[in-house]
């Protein structure tokens, strides 16, 4: 017993050694022993998202040396152009008009809608992506600074450059300040103590929400302040009309006018660009007209008491699931046929998960038979997917979970299904129903869990790319990686920017980058505090 061996601490960490080792390290084995390696390490599971990498590399590909590995990267840059395609798509199709519905439903402004549900939408999947990588050694304080530089410096650019327009001063000056101060008040935080406190998470906390607040209060004395020179107006109109009454009453008047352009979201017609010839220039745009469209003519275009309730049903269903649409082929060059083929996958995995509710379209987007099938579909895949991915046992690869895991899914259509046949049987083919605007719920959540992977997905492809040409982690996180989890912001600001909605832009620009600073920032340290 006396020459019994006790462990040291080196023995201890050697045995705990594949449950702590990064699994990138396997870039500095031989390629022989790497695949060993690949099946050993925790990281290697647990880090995976959709693709699994480095077990394809490793193990699967079986790569000898750096030519292999390159060739076999180029199928992973491929994927990674197919999720900007995916994301691209759903975010300009489905997102941005769920966007605008909401914002209206809600009686926002746009500068209101983009530093809430807007900046909402646009961060949560990289927080939620940050939740996800709470333990591993990354550079949060960095990162977060990085992706904020871009978000607001670049984005913010781009916006000002495809689509001009006039901010309003105050609003603006007063985002950057916030923003600047949250900045410097997370940084004093870090540098003044070794480590962050619960209370100072709070703190964070605390300044978003005084933030939000003092917008809301914007809006309601912008509205105050309308209903104020409504009343005055009418008092002059009242009044024996001189000379001094009629110039004070067209100047209130003017007043009015300015003020209520941002008093509510407007649903803009948006601008075709299939065939716009306009060459690249270095000289920006001249914003064009903002079209208001009729909405209400929109959803009953098709609405006549003589039909059905399922007039061309499947006939309008198979041309909403339709891939290409045949005008669109016909008319385009070959460039832009193969990018057709190229986003047909995509189109097609998105018409059928995502309901679609875009008040600029004829009935609204509605299709009875698709949107019915929606109604049990999204939940099922969403909560499916979601505990296979994310709230699962991660001590195997997750394709692997979902045999287990498919049965939360199909108990979510035991309420749902019920739901669809009831809307089937109550709705019509030809106009959209009152309830549609509910399916935004479904819009939302599916935006966001496929934005949450994909931009998981594109960081993982960065790290392998990184790691493979042994760049410093650090430096990646700083500069390729905050690009590319920021790619979700940036194409949401420029879709909303090229459809004319560029003061919501703007403000998500700042807005959704403040968030990321404080609430997103504080959250993600007091969930690693606890």
């Keep these: ?35 060993e390696f690949v099946r050993n390490a925790n990281n290697c599971i647990h880090g995976t998202n959709f693709v699994p990498y480095m077990h394809l590399l490793a193990c699967d590909f079986k790569c000898k040396n750096v030519f292999e590995e390159h060739i076999f990267v180029t199928l992973f840059l491929i994927l990674c152009f197919e999720l900007m395609l995916f994301l691209t798509h759903v975010v300009h199709c489905y997102y941005t008009p769920a966007m605008k519905v909401v914002s209206r439903m809600l009686h926002m402004n746009e500068h209101l809608a983009g530093v809430t549900i807007m900046a909402l939408g646009n961060t949560l999947p990289d927080m939620f992506a940050n939740i996800w990588a709470i333990y591993d050694d990354t550079a949060v304080f960095a990162n977060c600074l990085s992706s904020a530089l871009f978000v607001t410096m670049f984005s913010g650019g781009i916006i000002c450059y495809i689509s001009p327009f006039q901010m309003n001063a105050y609003n ?112 920006t745009k001249v914003g064009s007209e903002r079209v208001t469209i009729d909405m209400e003519a929109n959803r009953n275009i098709h609405y006549t008491r003589d039909r059905s309730k399922n007039h061309h049903l499947f006939r309008e269903f198979f041309s909403a699931i339709q891939p290409i649409k045949l005008n669109e082929w016909r008319q385009a060059t070959m460039l832009v046929r193969a990018y057709y083929i190229a986003r047909a996958p995509v189109v097609f995995l998105s018409v059928i998960y995502i309901p679609l509710v875009d008040y600029e379209l004829k009935k609204n987007g509605w299709s009875k038979l698709l949107n019915c099938i929606q109604i049990f579909l999204n939940p099922a895949v969403t909560i499916t997917m979601g505990q296979a991915m994310i709230f699962t046992d991660k001590s195997k690869l997750w394709y692997y979970n979902i045999p287990h895991d498919v049965k939360y899914g199909l108990y979510s259509l035991v309420v749902t299904v019920p739901i669809a046949i009831a809307v089937f049987f109550h709705s019509n083919t030809s106009v959209p129903p009152p309830y549609h605007w509910l399916f935004t719920i479904m819009n939302l959540t599916g935006f966001i869990f496929l934005t949450f992977k994909c931009s998981i997905e594109i960081s993982l492809i960065t790290d392998v790319l990184g790691h493979m040409f042994k760049d410093p982690a650090d430096f990646m996180g700083v500069t390729v990686k ?49």
Excluded: H
């Design 482 to 530: 905050s690009i590319a989890n920021s790619l979700d912001n940036l194409v949401t600001i420029m879709s909303m920017a090229l459809q004319r909605y560029e003061k919501m832009a703007y403000a998500a620009a700042i807005g959704s980058q403040f968030f990321n600073v404080l609430l997103s920032t504080g959250i993600l340290l007091s969930t690693k505090i606890y």
């Design 1 to 35: 017993m006396a020459n019994m061996y006790e462990p040291n601490a080196l023995d201890r960490e050697f045995s705990e050694f594949w449950t702590k080792v990064n699994c990138f390290a396997v870039m500095d084995f031989p390629y022989d022993q790497r695949c």
């Design 172 to 283: 603006t000056v007063r985002d950057l300040l916030f923003l600047i101060f949250g900045v410097m008040l997370l940084e004093y935080l870090i540098i003044t103590e070794e480590s962050v406190t619960i209370a100072e998470c709070i703190l964070l906390m605390a300044v978003y929400i005084i933030y939000i607040i003092v917008n809301v209060l914007d809006v309601y004395f912008l509205k105050r302040t309308l209903q104020s020179l409504r009343r005055e107006i009418n008092e002059l109109y009242e009044l024996p009309q001189s000379e001094d009454v009629k110039e004070k009453r067209d100047a209130l008047e003017n007043q009015y006018k300015l003020l209520s352009r941002d008093v509510r979201v407007t649903i803009l017609q948006r601008k075709s660009y299939q065939n716009d010839n306009r060459t690249f220039s270095f000289l």
